[in-house]
C-alpha cells in the first residue's frame, strides 16, 4: 500500500498557475486544475452519489502555495535538532537526535517531529520551536473549532457531509464552507487557543480564492497537543465530540494514509490527517503528517512537518523515514511486542 501511495504522489500533474487577487495575501497564487471527480487537497469537491457516500477519487495535490520562508539555500542540511525527553532526558538525545540528523542530511530543508506517549507520559520532540506550514493538516482544526460551538447531531445534514470529505478526502471546498460558519481565522484562532496551541499562526482576515488555512504556521508539538486533546478527556470537546473526529481520521481514503501511519505496528489503529502544499516561488513541497497510532498497550501521539522537498514523493518520504526511527526508539527492543506499562 505505501508504494502504491507513494507512486500516486510522483505522479502528481501540476497545472498551469493562475494569477488570483487576493486582497489581503499577496504574492501567493493558487495552482488551478479541472474539475473532475477526484477532490484530495484538489478544489472539487467528491461526488456524492444517491447513498451519500463519496465516490473513490485519484490522489492529486495540487493546493495553494505561499511564498518560501527565509533559511539557507535549497538543500543545505539542516542545524542538529533540539531534543528533549520530559521524564528521562539521559536516554533519547545524542543518540535518536544523531540518528535523525544523520537520516535527514540526504533530504536538506526543515524537518520538526514530536511523539508523545500518552500512556507513560513519555515524550521527545525534534527541533521543538520550529514552525512550519500545517497545509492541509490544519482542517481537523477547522473541525474542532466546529464542534466547539455546534455538536455533531446538531449539525445540519450538509455540514456533516462537509466535515466527512473534508477530513477523510481532503476536500478544500467543503473545508471553505466549514471555514466561512466557524468565523474564518479569528474562529479558527479562538479555537487553536483553547486547545492550547501556543505556537500556531493562521493568516488574518480573508484570502479570496486562497485555502488560508493551509499556509497557517504550526509546530509538531502544537499538534501533538490537539491531537491528545482529543484522544484524552483533557479537551473542551465533549467524548462524542472527539470520537467522531479520531474516526473520521482513521477512515481516510486509502491514497491518503501516508506518513506518521509508517510507525504502526499490525492490527494498530491509526487515526491520521495529513496535508502537502506546493511553494510557488521555487516549486518544493511542504507536506505534514499528525494523528493518532493506538495499540499494543499503549496510545502514542504522533506529527511530524517537513518543508523544501523536491518533490511530494520526498516529503512523504521524509515523514515516514523519520517516524519509523521515532516509534522504534520508542518501543525499544520489544518492537511491536505488546507491552506493559
Known amino acids: 500500500m505505501r508504494a502504491r501511495n507513494r507512486a500516486a504522489a510522483a505522479a502528481v500533474l501540476l497545472i498551469t498557475a493562475q494569477a488570483t487577487a487576493c486582497s489581503t495575501c499577496q504574492g501567493l497564487t493558487p495552482v488551478s486544475m479541472p474539475t473532475s471527480s477526484s477532490s484530495p487537497e484538489g478544489q472539487a469537491a467528491p461526488l456524492v452519489p444517491a447513498s451519500g457516500t463519496p465516490s473513490p477519487a485519484p490522489f492529486l495535490a495540487v493546493v495553494p502555495a505561499v511564498p518560501a520562508p527565509v533559511f539557507p539555500g535549497a538543500g543545505a542540511p539542516q542545524a542538529p535538532g533540539r531534543v528533549r525527553d520530559a521524564r528521562s532526558p539521559k536516554i533519547f538525545p545524542k543518540k535518536l537526535g544523531h540518528t535523525l540528523d544523520v537520516f535527514l542530511a540526504r533530504y536538506g530543508g526543515r524537518t520538526a517531529a514530536s511523539v508523545h506517549d500518552l500512556g507513560t507520559g513519555r515524550r521527545y520532540n525534534y527541533h521543538q520551536t520550529l514552525q512550519l506550514p500545517s497545509a492541509n493538516t490544519s482542517k481537523v482544526s477547522i473541525l474542532t473549532a466546529l464542534l466547539l460551538g455546534t455538536r455533531w447531531r446538531e449539525l ?44 500556531t499562526y493562521t493568516p488574518g482576515r480573508r484570502c479570496v480564492d486562497l485555502h488560508c488555512w493551509s499556509i497557517a504556521q504550526t509546530t509538531a508539538e502544537d499538534q501533538i497537543r490537539l491531537v491528545k486533546a482529543l484522544a484524552t478527556g483533557e479537551s473542551p470537546l465533549a467524548p462524542a465530540e472527539r470520537r467522531r473526529i479520531l474516526g473520521l481520521m482513521e477512515r481516510v481514503t486509502p491514497e491518503q494514509k501516508w506518513g506518521i501511519s509508517a510507525g504502526a505496528c499490525g492490527n494498530d489503529q491509526v487515526s491520521l490527517k495529513n496535508g502537502w502544499l506546493r511553494h510557488m516561488a521555487n516549486g518544493r513541497w511542504a507536506v505534514a503528517s499528525a494523528g493518532l497510532i493506538r495499540g499494543h498497550g499503549h496510545d502514542y501521539a504522533v506529527a511530524v512537518l517537513t518543508e523544501d522537498s523536491p518533490s511530494m514523493e520526498t516529503g512523504i518520504a521524509r515523514i515516514e523515514g523519520v517516524t519509523e526511527r521515532l516509534m522504534d526508539a520508542f518501543r525499544g527492543e520489544r518492537g511491536c511486542e505488546r507491552t506493559v506499562s
Open 156 to 199: 445540519g445534514e450538509r455540514a456533516r457531509a462537509d466535515a466527512k470529505n473534508m477530513i477523510r478526502f481532503s476536500d478544500n471546498e467543503a473545508a471553505g464552507r466549514l471555514y466561512e460558519r466557524i468565523g474564518l481565522e479569528p474562529g479558527l484562532a479562538s479555537a487553536n487557543r483553547r486547545f492550547g496551541l501556543k505556537r
